[in-house]
């Protein structure tokens, strides 16, 4: 691997530090998730009363992030058919002005 582009970037997460690598300029995109990641796990501490093991706490957690990230996709899919269907359409009329001309 090249490391010219690679920077190595501490975080915290539950107490726990971690030092990862990462592409340069991402450092700060990795602080601030794991930040998110802190403030997600104690919200769900809180919403389960703080009875649940941190590992099925974040079990839950990871559960949302993905349902979040699947919702996230069908919404763009859904975004991006209807621009494809609109520059379709836009194609179709250009053709015929093409033709008429």
């Known amino acids: 691997m090249d490391q010219s582009g690679v920077e ?6 539950q107490q726990n530090k971690f ?5 340069t300029g991402e450092s700060d995109a990795y602080r601030k998730a794991a ?14 009363n703080h009875r649940l093991p941190i590992e099925q706490v974040l079990g839950l957690v990871a559960v ?7 919702t996230k996709d069908t ?4 975004e991006t058919d209807a621009f494809k ?4 359409s836009l194609m179709k009329k250009l053709d015929k002005i093409g033709a008429d001309i």
Do not use: H, P, W
């Open 8 to 13: 190595k970037v501490e975080i915290e997460i």
């Open 19 to 23: 030092t990862i690598n990462c592409t």
């Open 35 to 48: 930040k998110m990641l802190n403030r997600d796990i104690a919200e769900m501490q809180k919403l389960t």
């Open 64 to 70: 949302n992030y993905c349902k979040e990230n699947l």
């Open 75 to 78: 919404e763009f899919k859904k």
């Open 85 to 88: 269907s609109r520059v379709g």
